[in-house]
């Protein structure tokens, strides 16, 4: 067995958007993924960054089968996601998890806690005899730094941080190697952020826990991820270790994005160099020809319109989608 | 064009002058709900000059976007009640003042953008229709003018294709032209004053940046004063002069923005700052602020942020702590204000 | 104030959640469910208990009548005609001389069966449908919706008419008979509304983000229904049934008064008060008393429709 837990190939996902009351009419596809590629270490956290529309949170989607995939391969531990069926699947799902953004939304309301962490022990009830589950819940929430008294409290007597943390146990009741985070934090205040942050650390290390990290916020991704992939409209531009992605940016994408972010300190407010990207993402339903950020970079030449560029090494030590890759430091 | 409409308008006004452009002062605010009286605002002061970005800084629930809508005179009341304190626009108490005249100067006097564009335009109206309306009601201006005044506007907030452009619904615009038409919108009274109430929250950060320097422009092309509501501390170091940071409906540190980000004069601003991952730095642990927020339904005795507070003592148990004035324009709401910026 | 990263301090203070219902917490720690906690809180409120003791009054009158009247109601003696309340007949007599209170403690059996038995079997119908076409969408939602647009589209009178007469044509039809009719004939000319109104509720629930990790952690289609679905969206179709209650016992009173619903011998409140209504300015009394106890009992039903929902909802407890 490689070291790769999980590996991605060529993986399309389209939805076809389709018009017509009685009979629809499907005229056009939204190319949400399209051609994408990665691997995932054992015990590592790659970062998925993008803005929104960009693909990153159909990616997992595909990955825990909630949607299925177009085209392409995923692999966990050596198996085929994608075909998986019944049995199989059944067992997939206590190794690949997933945290859902929205703590509001991710919680049924009408659910104690204890049912809500429980649930997958009653789902899969092979995991836990019937007798320790209520013991093996209050493990959880004590993992996850929450009472374990409140077992008989709803979510709506949780503060959004809180309600995070039930999310999270519930992910890790079934003792994943996998738990993809899809915007985890995003919802979350400044100081609130933080402790979640640091948990889904903590968790990781007490775990061995392999995390998919997919997030707008490019501080996040930096501070949690051993590996970063940026996404635009569908494809990977660029991949590397995060020093590699911060530090030694060669995409143009990748810097625009990077010198997009404010730094939090003023006296850096003129120094910095800055470039503003014009205008907005491109439909996913009709992305340009060639180079999909052509239409929006400043180095564009014509064979950014007819030749598409392959996510491969040219400048530096890894790979990065642009005819023209030069490294630029941006961060300062 | 401008200084005449300004004397037509505010000629029967208690203009005082000399006075700052917008004041708030000692501002109370409670919403009376089922389960008790919660305390939004606990004694709000700031002040904005024209030409300057006071960035009001705060988590959810700190009081930041309820103190914007009470100047607005846009707080839902009930639940809200104010309780106590003055709004002051050049001088003149606006709390005092008649519907008449609020309105009046809601748009033209002080005007506000919201950080969902899509469900602060209405979308069965054109973006031109919704900007000409208040042109026309307003102004007094002619269909014609009008439509050529919001052409000119949008230009402004650089919209290409600003003659299609009016012709169309929200809809059709994406997430940053949408706020831009919002800004146009709001510039159509030549404000004196703008509120940008997380104005860039909802967007990309590649758009967010576009947003900011169009602001930032508009604001110095037009000398405006600007208030940034936000919680974003990336931001606030970009744009701000001054900084107010509200925790439980109190102002707990307002300084001028190089000193604070520098030497934060609270521990919650100081906390803040920790807790942020940082694009310049592969961090560890990050710092955190322990606990959370207090329910306004039942503050904590004498200081707010005590329960969380790396540095309490007895007295903060106690005793709210008065602003502590640290320098010019540097207040801290802090017992130890003096000792966090001197020590180390 | 709570410190989330360490358990232990968790339970300090006693002011941590301020506004959530502290009194639902409760001492011991035995995991407690929805319907534990819903069942817990009933029983303390007053508009259950009020609406629950007039409920089993009335089911009280409907199965065991005599407990309350030794009077036969289908004994008439027209010398007493329109006679008013007094002591040997509380609420006197109607057009044929029958004793009103009799009839309206009789009555109450087959007001109550249509009522409750219609409502039952158009939610049922109803909300499967619903549940099912809000779960699946596409083609099975089309398919059902359209069905349920056809149905929707009969005016109620004359579809029951249709129906009843259809059916009632063969011969003798008992009392029972008819009675499943009315109810058949009801239900299957309501279920659309409540079809739809589940529907919409199924489809905004299934939208949300924990029927998406429930997918994740492998829930089958029918947890998924019952558990998370069903619970989020039943609070609107419990207040439609409520409403539709009263609103099919007085259905039921129309068809009798078309001459296609129940019919004497048979007695119901539907049926007395048709007949009161030619009557209704020399003996208002006739219609008085059986509407007040229809208003009574839809009244109480409607209150313990709003006493369940509200406990079924944690936040409004």
């Known amino acids: 067995m490689t070291d ?46 993008g803005e929104s529309g960009c693909g990153k949170s159909t990616l997992a989607q595909v990955l825990m089968r909630l949607e299925p995939a177009t085209s392409g391969t995923a692999t966990f531990e050596g198996r085929d996601i994608l075909k998986m069926k019944g049995g199989e699947l059944r067992k997939l799902r206590r190794d690949i998890q997933i945290v859902l953004q929205d703590p509001y939304t991710s919680l049924n309301p009408r659910m104690t806690v204890g049912d809500i962490i429980g649930e997958p022990f009653e789902i899969h009830p092979e995991v836990a005899p019937k007798g320790s589950r209520a013991k093996k819940v209050r493990e959880l929430l004590d993992v996850v730094g929450l009472n374990p008294e409140h077992i008989n409290r709803y979510p709506h007597q949780f503060s959004g941080g809180q309600r995070q943390r039930i999310g999270i146990a519930r992910a890790l009741a079934l003792r994943p190697k996998v738990i993809v985070c899809d915007e985890p934090v995003s919802a979350l205040d400044v100081s609130i952020q933080a402790q979640v942050m640091n948990l889904l650390g903590d968790l990781q290390t007490e775990f061995g826990l392999s995390y998919v990290f997919i997030a707008h916020d490019l501080s996040v991704v930096r501070h949690l991820s051993d590996r970063v992939a940026v996404m635009y409209l569908g494809k990977m531009v660029e991949v590397g270790t995060e020093e590699e992605i911060y530090e030694h940016p060669t995409h143009p994408y990748t810097q625009a994005l990077l010198s997009a972010v404010p730094v939090p300190d003023p006296e850096l407010r003129n120094q910095r160099q800055v470039i503003r990207l014009e205008g907005d993402v491109p439909s996913p339903v009709d992305p340009p020809s060639g180079c999909r950020f052509r239409t929006r970079c400043w180095k564009a030449q014509d064979i950014c319109a007819t030749a598409e560029p392959e996510l491969v090494t040219r400048v530096a030590n890894h790979p990065s989608a642009c005819h023209f890759a030069e490294e630029k430091s941006i961060v300062p | 064009m401008t200084t005449t409409r300004s004397e037509v308008d505010f000629e029967e006004t208690a203009r005082v002058p000399g006075a700052p452009l917008l004041e708030v002062d000692d501002l109370f605010v409670e919403f009376r709900t089922r389960d008790g009286v919660a305390k939004v605002l606990n004694g709000v002061s700031y002040r904005v000059e024209p030409g300057e970005t006071l960035a009001v800084l705060g988590e959810s629930g700190s009081g930041k976007s309820v103190t914007a809508q009470t100047i607005m005179g846009i707080l839902d009341m009930p639940p809200g009640v104010i309780t106590g304190g003055e709004i002051r626009f050049h001088g003149e108490n606006l709390l005092k003042a008649s519907s008449r005249r609020r309105r009046e100067v809601r748009g033209s006097g002080i005007a506000m953008i919201f950080q969902d564009a899509l469900s602060a335009l209405n979308p069965v109206f054109t973006v031109g229709f919704q900007i000409e309306e208040q042109l026309r009601l307003r102004k007094g201006m002619s269909r ?16 290409p294709n600003s003659k299609g452009r009016v012709r169309q619904y929200p809809h059709e615009f994406s997430g940053g032209m949408r706020q831009r038409a919002m800004i146009a919108m709001s510039l159509a009274l030549d404000p004196e004053m703008l509120i940008a109430d997380e104005p860039t929250t909802a967007l990309d950060v590649t758009v967010q940046a576009q947003i900011m320097d169009l602001l930032k422009d508009i604001q110095v092309e037009r000398n405006m004063g600007l208030i940034l509501i936000t919680h974003d501390l990336g931001v606030v170091a970009e744009v701000a002069d001054r900084i107010a940071v509200m925790y439980a409906g109190r102002i707990v540190e307002q300084s001028h923005a190089r000193d604070l980000y520098r030497k934060p004069g609270h521990p919650y601003t100081q906390g803040l700052l920790d807790s942020l991952p940082r694009l310049d730095l592969k961090g560890t642990e990050l710092r955190t602020i322990k606990g959370l927020p207090p329910s306004l339904l039942n503050i904590p005795q004498g200081c707010p942020f005590n329960p969380r507070c790396p540095r309490v003592q007895d007295i903060c148990k106690t005793e709210v702590p008065p602003q502590h004035r640290l320098a010019p324009g540097r207040l801290s709401a802090c017992h130890f204000a003096e000792e966090l910026i001197s020590g180390d | 104030m709570t410190d989330p990263s360490t358990a232990s301090a968790v339970t300090t203070a006693p002011e941590e959640f301020v506004t959530a219902a502290e009194h639902a917490e409760v001492k011991g720690n035995k995991p407690r469910s929805l319907a534990s906690d819903a069942w817990h809180d009933l029983r303390r409120r007053p508009l259950f208990i009020v609406s629950a003791a007039l409920i089993l009054l009335v089911l009280l009158m409907a199965f065991w009548p005599s407990l309350f009247t030794s009077v036969d109601p289908n004994y008439a003696e027209l010398g007493k005609s329109r006679e008013g309340p007094s002591a040997a007949a509380w609420f006197g007599y109607d057009n044929q001389g029958y004793d009103l209170f009799s009839r309206t403690i009789y009555g109450s059996r087959a007001s109550i069966i249509v009522g409750v038995a219609a409502t039952l079997l158009t939610v049922l119908i109803g909300s499967t449908f619903g549940l099912l076409a809000g779960y699946y969408g596409g083609w099975l939602d089309g398919l ?35 009675i499943l009719l009315v109810v058949l004939s009801i239900s299957i000319l309501s279920w659309p509304v409540c079809m739809r109104i589940m529907r919409s509720a199924a489809i905004a629930a299934k939208q949300q983000d924990y029927v998406k990790a429930a997918r994740a952690l492998g829930a089958s289609t029918s947890r998924i229904i019952l558990r998370h679905m069903l619970p989020n969206a039943v609070a609107p179709v419990l207040v439609y049934a409520t409403i539709a209650l009263g609103a099919f016992i007085g259905a039921e009173a129309t068809l009798s008064f078309l001459g296609i619903g129940l019919r004497a011998p048979v007695v119901s409140w539907g049926v007395m008060i048709s007949d009161s209504r030619d009557v209704i300015r020399v003996a208002p009394h006739s219609l008085l008393f059986p509407a007040a106890f229809l208003t009574a009992t839809v009244l109480a039903f409607v209150m313990l429709g709003d006493a369940v929902r509200e406990a079924l909802d944690p936040k409004a407890r």
Request: glycine share 8%.
């Open chain 2, 144 to 159: 014609k003018d009008a439509r050529k005044r919001a052409i000119e506007l949008l230009d402004q907030v650089k919209i």
């Open chain 1, 4 to 49: 790769n837990i999980i590996e991605v190939r060529d993986l399309v996902k389209h939805f076809p958007v389709r018009v017509g009351v009685l009979f629809k009419r499907t005229v056009g596809y939204v190319r949400a993924v399209d051609g994408v590629s990665f691997d995932l270490k054992r015990g590592e956290t790659l970062g998925v960054v």
């Open chain 3, 144 to 178: 059902m919706s359209r069905i349920a647009d056809v149905f929707f589209g009969l005016p109620f009178v004359l579809g029951a008419i249709v129906i009843l007469s259809s059916f009632r044509a063969s011969g003798d039809t008992s009392a029972t008979q008819i």
